[in-house]
């Protein structure tokens, strides 16, 4: 049974905010070399919302570079205006990117319609392949399985989505509902602990933030579904639904998942955007507590 993983990256910076080549490119071969399917740069536990978009041009620009030909890439070219949406994502498809992950605008609630609306207008101008990142506890509204089935029915060049929720039972709607039409449409979870039901509803995989971490871990994971190998896919979901723990140390969670990094030797830096917390000793001792009970 074919499964995907795909790391949503974190974003690495400088003491002066701005991007860390150097150990992005680091980052990039650590994840690689774990064996992930893929990478997402510039998804939510990347920072987005703190960057700018000179800064996002940079990244997306060195991460296909650096990333382009290895595994699968994808990037994150969320903002609250549309146009800069559409700019930044053409960009990106330029520049040799796999597709581009796009959460609608976020702060008011909106309509089933504009829901649509929105990703009519961005399908229509985007030119390359765009996968729905729904994450209803970032936007505070859901994009529910009838709207992305009516945007699979109308627009091509919509191919998947993130299904960014607590549970399983809205994604097992969308693959229910949308690859029982468009079977090559991707459906994604965005919890770690998800992937296991995901692939065995029909899904695809996981966009899961736990994999920067421990990429390894979820490659054997990957390879127990390959294998059918139902105790060694049980072992690791127990596993995991253990580490699922890390999200719980602090909020909002980006910044300990990269304190967890950093405390195993993988990054040297977890400078977060501001006003992101920095985790405290105590915070490092119940990262490395929950590691260890992997």
């Known amino acids: 049974m074919k499964a995907e993983y795909i790391t949503p990256a974190v974003t690495l910076f400088k003491e002066d905010g ?16 774990g064996g992930i399917s893929g990478i997402l740069v510039l ?16 990244i997306i620009r060195f991460a296909v570079d650096q990333i382009k030909g290895r595994v699968k890439i994808l990037i994150g070219t969320n903002s609250m205006i ?7 994502s053409n960009f990106a498809l330029e520049c040799g990117a796999d597709g581009v992950v796009i959460i609608p605008p976020y702060y008011f609630t909106l309509t089933d319609d504009s829901i649509y609306d929105f990703y009519a207008e961005i399908a229509n101008e985007v030119k390359g392949d765009i996968y729905i990142y729904n994450f209803p506890d970032r936007t505070g509204y859901d994009i529910s399985p009838e709207v992305m089935l009516r945007l699979a029915r109308k627009f091509s060049n919509i191919v998947g989505c993130k ?10 709607e969308i693959i229910k509902m949308v690859k029982s039409e468009f079977p090559d449409f991707k459906v994604y979870s965005g919890f770690d602990d998800n992937f296991a039901y995901n692939v065995i509803s029909g899904g695809n995989g996981c966009i899961g933030g736990l994999s920067n971490v421990i990429p390894g871990f979820f490659k054997e994971w990957m390879d127990a579904f390959e294998e059918n190998d139902l ?9 995991v639904n253990r580490l699922m723990d890390i999200y719980g140390v602090g909020v909002p969670f980006v910044p300990y998942i990269k304190t967890a990094m950093a405390a195993l030797g993988i990054i040297d830096s977890d400078k977060a955007t501001f006003p992101l917390p920095k985790a405290t000793k105590e915070d490092v001792e119940k990262l490395l507590g929950i590691l260890e009970r992997q």
């Open 43 to 58: 998804g939510s536990i990347g920072e987005f919302f703190a960057v700018s978009k000179e800064d996002k041009k940079d």
């Open 163 to 172: 299904d960014t929720i607590p549970g399983v039972a809205h994604t097992r």
């Open 231 to 239: 105790q060694k896919i049980s072992e690791k979901q127990q596993a």
């Open 82 to 88: 549309p146009g800069e949406t559409i700019e930044l």
């Open 18 to 33: 701005k991007p860390d080549f150097d150990s992005l490119k680091k980052l990039y071969n650590h994840l690689i070399d």
